[in-house]
């Protein structure tokens, strides 16, 4: 009900989750932020954001907030797990099989003769994660890299857009490859994606 309000929240400086609680009132609004920014000017931030989207104040005691360090892992949003991915024989068709949250999703991507198999194979997953998931935003391959002394590194990097921000995020994941390309591919793309998928 208040998806609208959380996401707004969350493109606040500082913070990195948010969920709010609640029917038709806003009961608690409870806060993941980093700790670059004093927990009292987060809280107004809400309470303006609050009063601008809804036109209500919001008590400041509603609301809570806990601190993490930047560099650690915050799990918000969806959880994407890859099951399976394959490239049917002579053509380019790629078959995606996820686990979103707790929902298994089959997705089948056509691509081009042109393009790679692991650019499109990180295509077919941004697609489908967008398709399934909550993303507000864009998300470009801006370059796709096999590496290494033997080939054995693929490297992803992507560019995000929010929705509300001009400036797009560069991200970059990596994974090794194991005889297994469109699988490595799909990992590197997650990899790249994991603190940002609003997601």
Do not use: W
Request: charged share 25%.
């Amino acid at each position: 009900m208040f998806n609208k309000l959380e996401k707004k929240i969350i493109d606040l400086k500082g913070i990195i989750s948010c969920k709010i609680t609640g029917n038709n009132e806003i009961d608690e609004i409870h806060i993941v932020a980093n700790q670059n920014r004093n927990p009292k000017r987060i809280v107004r931030d809400i309470e303006t954001m609050v009063l601008v989207e809804t036109s209500k104040k919001i008590n400041h005691k509603k609301i809570s907030i806990a601190q993490v360090k930047q560099d650690d892992k915050v799990t918000t949003g969806n959880r994407i797990e890859i099951i399976s991915i394959h490239k049917e024989n002579n053509n380019s068709t790629y078959h995606f099989k996820l686990k979103i949250n707790d929902n298994i999703v089959e997705e089948t991507i056509n691509g081009s003769i042109e393009d790679v198999l692991p650019f499109e194979v990180v295509d077919g997953l941004i697609q489908s994660i967008q398709k399934y998931t909550n993303f507000d935003g864009k998300i470009i391959v801006e370059h796709v890299l096999i590496t290494g002394i033997n080939n054995e590194i693929i490297i992803v990097q992507l560019i995000v857009y929010n929705s509300n921000k001009y400036s797009g995020e560069k991200l970059l994941g990596s994974s090794y490859i194991n005889q297994n390309l469109p699988l490595a591919a799909g990992k590197a793309c997650l990899k790249a994606l994991n603190r940002r998928l609003d997601l």
